[in-house]
């Protein structure tokens, strides 16, 4: 008999945050494992014009961007549009995608991986690469486990 999936609710003093050097930083909402796999949650903040994610794909899962304040430009499979406060993008597996903040905005979005892949060690090395405390190259190790491929 599989185990029953208990409803989750996490309040914002219980996140962690990973603070990014331009101000922006991550909120660490949900991993897979506090979903039963279902999906993974992060809030983003970047700050103005800054980038959030070179090109990328992830093989298993489709990562959801809602676009909570701010304009965000997206890349996806090689096609360039911006997104709005209160604008949703989907990328479904396979897709490669780079987003930032647009030129001239900062920008806050609601990211959510489907299904869930335990992410949060990820997110946490992101915030040492960019601080200059690791390579990215040692990020690319770990593109399987966390099922996040760099072309």
């Known amino acids: 008999m599989s185990e029953i999936q208990k409803a989750l609710v996490v309040h914002a003093e219980e996140?962690?945050?990973?603070?990014?050097?331009?101000?922006?930083?991550?909120?660490?909402?949900a991993d897979a494992r506090h979903t039963g796999g279902a999906l993974g949650a992060n809030r983003l903040s970047l700050a103005e014009g800054a980038a959030g994610a070179r090109s990328h794909f992830h093989a298993l899962s489709t990562e959801l961007f809602h676009v909570l304040d701010g304009v965000m430009r997206f890349t996806l499979d090689g096609v360039t549009t911006t997104v709005a406060a209160g604008g949703l993008v989907s990328v479904p597996?396979?897709?490669?995608?780079?987003?930032?903040?647009?030129?001239?905005?900062a920008a806050e979005l609601l990211v959510v991986l489907a299904p869930g892949v335990d992410r949060f060690g990820y997110f946490r090395s992101l915030g040492r690469?960019?601080?200059?405390?690791?390579?990215?190259?040692?990020?690319?190790?770990?593109?399987?486990?966390?099922?996040?491929?760099?072309?």
């Open 15 to 29: 996140t962690e945050r990973i603070d990014l050097p331009d101000g922006g930083g991550f909120r660490l909402l």
């Open 93 to 105: 597996p396979g897709t490669p995608h780079s987003f930032g903040a647009a030129p001239g905005s």
């Open 129 to 151: 690469i960019r601080h200059g405390l690791e390579s990215f190259d040692d990020l690319l190790a770990e593109q399987g486990r966390y099922d996040v491929h760099f072309p």
